[in-house]
């Protein structure tokens, strides 16, 4: 099957819906698909906490203050521009789906803002109840599906983009994806292509991620030529749910209810231990998440963490009537899964969470290689080296709909480059009869654990080499064909291609955690536990003759008008 449209965006997010709404409003014809149902496969529906966003509506705010917060979160490395772009943007955006009817939770009139740590002030909106994310995302279902001109497919897994080859400019031109429902291959030629396929948290043991994040949008990128930069930086959550067990829920639920009730975090011995490492919370809610990650991991490292090897979250000091007003219908949830809070804590441990490196772009989201945009989690920069609570659903909406008007543009001035041939060597490897016997679930197993274990928040140059060579040994044995026999959801095929890019990504994050001699942000190294001001360098990222290569380059400190 072949495709024809002015703009394709790869991945149905909070980015990917937006960029798709704005361009087809611009006139575009717009191409949105997903490996998975539109609008359900990724992070922004399971996001069910707080969008930080400078409204004013409660305590006076500004756009600036919140870019102070994000540059200072950022330790040195934010992207200034693209932070520029998403606190500046943020508002607007905020008050569209607002007007959408998204269902912000307001107090007297006003959209409600809370306070999250590393804000200056109360700055998260949210749709009350762990119903944030999966409101946007309705939302944004609703907008796409009303809004002419865009075609949405969902079971199609984008492979590989195309680069046109020998005249042109070695343009994006489209893509080739796996139509997972019949194994069928579809090409799609497009005359700007977005990128918005989220992060990359599966290679972790522990994440609070969907299937689908095992960082496809860097590798596809990456392949077409784009640098990627800070790719060491991936985000714990530090307080992702542990014990007892909990079904049906996300596992990062916890945080809002800090946000509104504080809760006491205790080691074994049922003491606060936070200020032990430089952040005193006396059951409010101010440490930030590279620090309350580190206080969790050093104290079970000394033998005080909770029986599961985490910590104790306590909500014990609050009242039933206190809970059941912060907590509302999720309290009968916990109930449901045994959980009396007013009588027990619960385990709580860092998890994999969100990925602050990525693809390069301009304020533009224009990647280095024409016809390529990205939006949302795939691009890197913004956060730097630590991203602030709600600074993520913010990004995704903002880039994607900078993303979808740049895209539009392009479009109305281009030409449709795409020839088949450029798309050789990709249906190539979809058409394959791929007989080798290795057993790809095995191999996930084995690259999470080592990227918990090696690549996880505290490394060493001894954990990471090990990390390194054991990528190197699967890398081996996935081979350059693919298993299965590529039929209906061949899940044998599926893996083949999820791990061609989850080994090429893993790879990159062990190569620039080892490369970068300083601890920093997420970026933790036991064996160079001080910043260093020579550090202070993004770390880019190119793939050269199948090679990874590694630079630094200086940090884009320019807050000029975009
Ligand atoms: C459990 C959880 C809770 C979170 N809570 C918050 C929060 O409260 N506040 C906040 O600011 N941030 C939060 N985040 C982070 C935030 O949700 C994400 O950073 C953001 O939603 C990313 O949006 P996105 O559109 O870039 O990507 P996603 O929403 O992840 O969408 C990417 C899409 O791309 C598709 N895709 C991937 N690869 C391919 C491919 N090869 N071919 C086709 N399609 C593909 C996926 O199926 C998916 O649908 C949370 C994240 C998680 C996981």
Redesign the pocket.
């Known amino acids: 099957m072949h495709v024809e449209t002015d703009v394709l965006i790869?991945?149905?997010?909070?980015?990917?819906m937006y960029a798709a709404i704005e361009a087809a409003r611009g006139g575009a014809s717009v191409f949105l698909?997903?490996?998975?149902l539109i609008g359900?496969?990724?992070?922004?529906?399971?996001?069910?906490?707080?969008?930080?966003v400078a409204l004013g509506a409660q305590t006076p705010d500004h756009w600036s203050h919140h870019l102070a917060d994000t540059i200072q979160a950022g330790r040195g490395l934010t992207d200034e521009r693209l932070a520029r772009l998403l606190c500046e943007d943020g508002p607007d955006c905020i008050r569209e789906m607002d007007a959408w009817g998204v269902g912000w939770a307001r107090r007297d009139g006003h959209i409600t803002q809370a306070f999250a740590p590393g804000h200056d002030r109360p700055r998260c909106a949210y749709v009350d109840f762990l119903n944030?994310?999966p409101a946007v995302s309705k939302t944004l279902r609703t907008v796409v599906n009303r809004t002419n001109g865009i075609h949405k497919a969902g079971d199609?897994?984008?492979?590989d983009l195309v680069r046109q080859k020998g005249e042109g400019d070695g343009e994006v031109t489209g893509a080739v994806?796996l139509h997972l429902a019949t194994g069928a291959p579809v090409t799609i030629a497009a005359k700007a292509t977005i990128v918005?396929?989220?992060?990359l948290?599966r290679l972790y043991r522990r994440n609070?991620?969907?299937a689908?994040?095992g960082g496809?949008?860097y590798a596809?990128a990456l392949r077409a030529g784009a640098p990627l930069i800070d790719m060491e930086f991936v985000q714990f959550f530090p307080i992702g749910h542990l014990a007892p067990r909990l079904i049906g829920m996300?596992?990062?639920m916890w945080?809002p209810f800090r946000y509104k009730l504080g809760g006491r975090l205790l080691n074994a011995d049922r003491e606060e231990f936070t200020g032990r490492y430089g952040t005193r919370e006396d059951g409010k809610y101010v440490i930030t998440r590279d620090l309350a990650t580190y206080a969790i991991a050093k104290e079970v490292e000394a033998g005080r963490g909770s029986p599961h090897g985490g910590a104790y979250l306590s909500f014990e000091h609050c009242s039933a009537q206190a809970l059941r007003e912060a907590f509302g219908p999720v309290i009968d949830r916990l109930a449901a899964n045994d959980i009396d809070l007013t009588k027990m804590p619960v385990e709580v441990a860092p998890i994999a969470?969100?990925h602050m490196g990525g693809v390069t772009a301009d304020a533009r989201m224009q990647t280095e290689v024409p016809g390529l945009l990205v939006?949302?989690?795939?691009v890197g920069g913004a956060n730097g080296a630590n991203r602030l609570?709600?600074?993520?659903?913010?990004?995704?909406l903002t880039f994607?709909r900078r993303a979808g008007r740049t895209a539009e543009a392009r479009a109305r001035d281009g030409k449709q480059g795409f020839a088949v041939a450029d798309a050789g060597a990709a249906l190539d490897l979809l058409t394959a009869d791929g007989s080798a016997a290795i057993n790809t679930a095995a191999m996930v197993q084995t690259l999470q654990a080592t990227m918990a274990d090696d690549v996880g928040p505290f490394r060493t140059k001894e954990k990471l080499a090990r990390a390194l060579g054991i990528i190197g040994d699967l890398t081996a044995a996935l081979g350059e064909r693919p298993v299965g026999d590529g039929g209906r959801f061949d899940m044998q095929r599926i893996d083949w291609f999820d791990l061609r890019n989850m080994l090429l990504v893993a790879r990159i994050v062990a190569q620039a955690a080892l490369r970068r001699t300083e601890s920093r942000g997420a970026h933790q190294r036991e064996d160079f536990p001080g910043m260093l001001p020579e550090w202070q360098v993004n770390q880019v990222v190119r793939l050269r003759d199948g090679e990874v290569a590694l630079a630094s380059a200086p940090v884009v400190a320019e807050v000029a008008a975009q």
């Open positions: 790869i991945g149905s997010g909070g980015a990917g698909l997903d490996r998975s359900r496969g990724g992070a922004t529906v399971m996001a069910q906490m707080t969008v930080a944030t994310g199609l897994l984008v492979v994806a918005a396929a989220g992060g948290t609070s991620a969907s689908n994040m496809d949008g596809l996300d596992p990062i945080d969470h969100y939006a949302g989690e795939v609570s709600g600074n993520a659903i913010t990004e995704a994607g």
